[in-house]
Every structure is written in C-alpha cells, then in structure tokens.
C-alpha cells in the first residue's frame, strides 16, 4: 500500500511589531532545520503573520525578516499620525512595499499554497439600476479553492495587515483578526477540503506573545456605555485595543481575544493532537502593535531566543525533515481562472 500523504502548515499569527517574535522563533528553528520552509505544503498568515508570509513566499530568509522587523517596521511604526480622525499609518505605504516585493504575482501564481485572510465591510453599489447592498464577509485569499487566489499577492498581504485605527482599509479589506488572529484551523480546513486525511495533516503555529486580559469590575450590570469604554478600576486589564483610542473597549478586546486567550490553538489541538505545536510565549506586559521602545524590543527578541520550541523540532523532525513530497502544488483547480 502506497504511503498516505502527509500535509505541513506554517502558520503566522497578527500582532504587529510583535512579529518580531515570530520571526526570532522561526529562525532558531529555521538554524536546526532548514527545511522548514521549503518543506512546509501551506503556509497562512493573518494580518503581521501575513507580512511574515508574503516575505517567505518571495523568498526572504528569517534572519533578514528579523532585520526587516529591527529596522523598516520601526522605522514605519516611528511615523505615526496622532489625529484619531484619520489612520494612524499610510495603508498606500503598506500595500507599496508589498507590490515592490510581489509586482505582478496573484496568490494563484505561487508555485505553494498559501492562505491569507482578511475580513471585508461590504457596501453599497447599483446593480441592474437599482442601489443593491453587498453584506460584510470574512475572505481567504488561498489558491487552495477555485476562484479564491485571483488577487495579486500584494492586495492580499496589504489586506490582511489593515487594521482599523492604524490603517484605513484597503478596498473594502480590513485586518485578519476579524476573521481570527490565528488562522491555523482555516488552514486546516483547506487541507481536509483539499483531500487530505485529517490524521496526515501536521501543523505549527508560530505567535506573538500571549498577553492576558481581564475585567475585575463588575459586569453584572453593565450597559452598552461601560462594554464599550469600560469603568476606571486600575485592576482591569482591558487596553484600548485601536490606536489613538481614547479609553479601553472591553467588548472590542473581547470580540478580538486573539492575543489574550488560546482559542485557535485549543481547537488546533483538538483536531491534530501530538501533530500540533503552537509556540506562543507569555509576555510580561501588553506590548502594543506600534510600540518601537528599544528595551520592548529586546523584550520580543529575547522572548523569541528563548521559547520553548521542543514540540516544534520533534514535528519538524518527524514530518518536515524527510517530506518526500516538498511543497505540493496548489491543487490544480485552483487557478483554473487565473486572470
């Protein structure tokens, strides 16, 4: 009997500068198996994990993502405008950087699989002459499903970074993490749609930085004014979640608990069990997206150097180092209508 198929995922989740941490970590696994990349089938980012992808997809090696993190997202996040009126950040910065890394490549044109997700606001335009509304709708850019990957790769990356407050919108698209900051179960979604055996599915999450919150006040009687600005209890650990928010947003933190709960990776390990490891350290403090502070720097890269990535190198070990296959092709439905 031919052996059965196995199927590698890489996932990167959003935070931002915090990707730091991301890219320290998968460069210490990257030094004691660099296979890593080349052997991964799929590859999903959410929003800074989706940056992180569209750089390996172009084929930046980690110890470059960690310079590009020390330096032209510092330098990027250095320049922000104050005025909660506007974004914090140029979205058209963004998605420039992104077209001068991928000019004219579609998510259907990469030659591995790929997931970036993203969440659009819908609206409103004529159809037939009549005003017709679009609904909102989370969207996964993927060359894993016909239709899905008919986007450049730059509009992708770019949407799944547009987080409201600290960028505008790139049209329509905004941040990943209204679809999950995590986007590793999407990924294995697309694998079991793709045919393959949920048992040979093995995937590692790579995070940045688990960051608790809580509400010490009492919320028993709370309206909508304290869900949405919450009270002034110096115990509660509810940061404004947008930036040049003016008060913390405790349903918003709550709705978005990517960061602070371990949602996507409970539900991972539910579905993979030992062939699931998620490599997230604890920080000490909230250490907001846009924080260039020298000693938070540290802090990330630190706390990369030193995670626990054990689980990790046994499932690289395992399922990375001898993948005969390497990168599978994008099932080839995919890009039956690539433009």
């Known amino acids: 009997m031919a052996e059965k198929q196995k199927f590698t995922i ?8 915090r990707g730091l941490m991301s890219v320290t970590i998968l ?21 800074t994990g989706s940056i992180i992808t569209s750089e390996l997809l172009a084929g930046t090696k980690p110890q470059d993502l960690i310079t ?25 910065e963004v998605f420039a950087s992104q077209l001068k890394l991928h000019p004219t490549a579609k998510v259907s044109d990469l030659g591995r699989c790929a997931l970036f997700v993203s969440f659009n606001v819908g609206g409103a335009g004529l159809k037939d002459g009549v005003k017709t509304p679009t609904p909102w709708e989370p969207v996964m850019y993927t060359n894993m499903i016909a239709d899905h990957g008919d986007v450049l790769v730059a509009k ?22 209204f679809f999950n900051h995590d ?13 393959y055996a949920l048992e040979d599915i093995t995937a590692i ?35 404004p979640f947008l930036m040049n928010q003016s008060t913390p947003g405790p ?7 990517g960061t602070s709960a371990q949602i996507m990776p409970m539900l991972a390990g539910f579905l993979l069990g030992d062939r699931y490891a998620n490599v997230n350290p604890t920080l000490p403090f909230f250490i907001p997206e846009n924080t260039t502070y020298p000693q938070a720097i540290d802090l990330l890269q630190s706390k990369g150097k ?26 080839a439905h995919a890009s039956a209508n690539r433009a």
């Open 68 to 92: 590009f993190f020390t330096t032209k997202e510092i330098d990027f996040y250095n320049k922000m405008n104050t005025d909660p009126n506007v974004p914090a950040y140029s979205i058209d």
């Open 251 to 257: 349903v918003l933190d709550a709705s978005l608990s």
């Open 205 to 239: 999450t790579i995070g940045t930085g688990l960051m608790y919150d809580w509400i010490v006040s009492d919320t028993h009687n709370w309206g909508a004014n304290q869900w949405m600005t919450g009270t002034p209890n110096p115990f509660n650990v509810t940061p």
């Open 156 to 177: 992708a990356a770019t949407s799944s970074g547009a987080m409201p407050g600290q960028l505008g919108s790139y049209e329509g698209n905004i941040d990943g993490a």
């Open 10 to 17: 890489l996932s990167f989740v959003g935070g931002g500068i």
């Open 306 to 331: 030193s995670a626990d990535t054990a689980k990790a190198e046994a499932l690289l070990q395992a399922y990375w180092v001898n993948h005969s296959l390497g990168p599978v092709t994008p099932p």
């Open 27 to 47: 460069n210490k696994l990257y030094t004691k198996y660099p296979q890593i990349i080349d052997n991964t089938d799929l590859i999903a980012g959410c929003s």
């Open 183 to 195: 986007p590793t179960v999407a990924a294995i979604a697309l694998a079991v749609k793709a045919g």
